[in-house]
Nanobody, 123 residues
Framework: QVQLQESGPGLVKPSQTLSLTCTVSGGSITTTNYYWNWIRQPPGKGLEWMGAITYSGTTYYSPPLKSRTSISRDTSKNQFTLQLTSVTPEDTAVYYC???????????????WGQGTQVTVSS
């Protein structure tokens, strides 16, 4: 059974870059047809899909966040990472990584999700 675990700093200062890593166990990030997603949920708001990297390394980004978002992977460590630049307090959220098949994740109940990690943007 695949497991995903987010890690990274819980506090980031405004204008800095937020960096998170998702470590995957129980399955390879290069297994055909799987997508590896980043999603966030700001306080009091719904889930927001941010982007994904596929089993072959192709990346997809949410248009509103595309200019600030980068997703990469380290296949030797079976990890994928999120970088979000120029953060503001509006980027405060619980950040999740998730696996989906044959496309990006579409709901909280689809695919396999990490437990999430709180990131606060504050000086």
């Amino acid at each position: 059974q695949v497991q995903l675990q987010e890690s990274g700093p819980g506090l980031v200062k405004p204008s800095q870059t937020l960096s998170l890593t998702c470590t995957v166990s129980g399955g390879s990030i290069t297994t055909t047809n799987y997508y590896w997603n980043w999603i966030r949920q700001p306080p009091g708001k719904g889930l927001e899909w941010m982007g994904a990297i596929t089993y072959s390394g192709t990346t997809y980004y949410s248009p509103p966040l595309k200019s600030r978002t980068s997703i990469s992977r380290d296949t030797s460590k079976n990890q994928f990472t999120l970088q979000l630049t120029s953060v503001t307090p509006e980027d405060t959220a619980v950040y999740y990584c998730a696996r989906s098949r044959n496309g990006i994740v579409t709901s909280r109940t689809s695919g396999s999700w990490g437990q999430g990690t709180q990131v606060t943007v504050s000086s």
